[in-house]
């Protein structure tokens, strides 16, 4: 049958299988992002994204085991969602419903997101959720398209 995929709070384990997720070579290639060292790491997580009021996050459990997370940010005056999940939940619509579950919460809109255009499976996850393309933003040497989730 189909798998639970549920969004709880993070917890201190987590942030050791996030670790290991933003440290997976194949995941790092796609999303052109490098990954932090462990200290890097842990102080980005404690400080930026627990340690702000602004930034809502989710852990996002499958069958009970974390699978990864999704948070919203605020840069300026435009709210960000990004995510990021474990290679073994990859391609089968776990992101997705993630997704869908966490745009249920977090309400704000427009909602932006701005992947790397080589990351084709986070363009059609955002695609499936209602973002549409609004255009190409740079980030260093690297083309990203940008996304809109509109008001509904």
Known sequence: MGEEVRLRDVEQDDLEVFYQQENDPEAT????FAPRERDRFMTHWA???LGDPEV???TVTVDGETAG???AWWEEDKRFVGYWFGR??????????????FLQVEKARPLYADPYEG?????RLLERCGFCRTGMIRHGENEHIML???DT
């Open 29 to 32: 290639s796609r999303s052109l």
């Open 69 to 71: 997370n999704l948070v």
């Open 88 to 101: 073994e939940y990859w391609g089968r619509g776990i992101g997705t419903k993630a997704l869908q579950l």
């Open 56 to 58: 809502f996050v989710q």
């Open 47 to 49: 400080e930026r994204i």
């Open 148 to 150: 809109v989730l509109a």
């Open 119 to 123: 990351n084709t499976g986070s363009v």
